[in-house]
Nanobody, 128 residues
Framework: QVQLIESGGGLVQAGGSLRLSCLPSGRTFSTYSIGWFRQAPGKEREFVAA????????RYADSVKGRFSISRDNAKNTVNLEMNSLKLEDTALYYC?????????????????????WGQGTQVTVSS
């Protein structure tokens, strides 16, 4: 059974930074990708960033390019989302998810329905 646990959310002022972590467990993730999504109240879940676990390839939503960075911490076995220059509109519940078909697909997908396993989410609130 795959489990994904997010951490690192919180309250931050606009312009500040936060780092989210996703800790996957239960399987070997070498052929997977890990994605970050977010959902604000009353809005659909949207893609933020994704990374191939072994390949290191990364993909970002246009809304976060240049501000967010996804990376893997080999020592802690986590995938992190470094968020800088946070804006009010970044406020949302952030989820990490695993795409178990990443290697077969050959590219990082931004479609939520392509991700098989999801964490419970961590709240990020940006205040003015």
């Amino acid at each position: 059974q795959v489990q994904l646990i997010e951490s690192g959310g919180g309250l931050v002022q606009a312009g500040g930074s936060l780092r989210l972590s996703c800790l996957p467990s239960g399987r070997t993730f070498s052929t997977y990708s890990i994605g970050w999504f977010r959902q604000a109240p009353g809005k659909e879940r949207e893609f933020v960033a994704a990374m191939g676990w072994s390949s290191g390839a990364a993909r970002y939503a246009d809304s976060v390019k240049g501000r967010f960075s996804i990376s893997r911490d080999n020592a802690k076995n986590t995938v992190n989302l470094e968020m800088n220059s946070l804006k009010l509109e970044d406020t949302a519940l952030y989820y990490c998810a695993a795409d178990t078909y990443y290697n077969g697909r050959g590219y990082l997908t931004s479609l939520a329905r392509s991700y098989d396993y999801w964490g419970q989410g961590t709240q990020v609130t940006v205040s003015s």
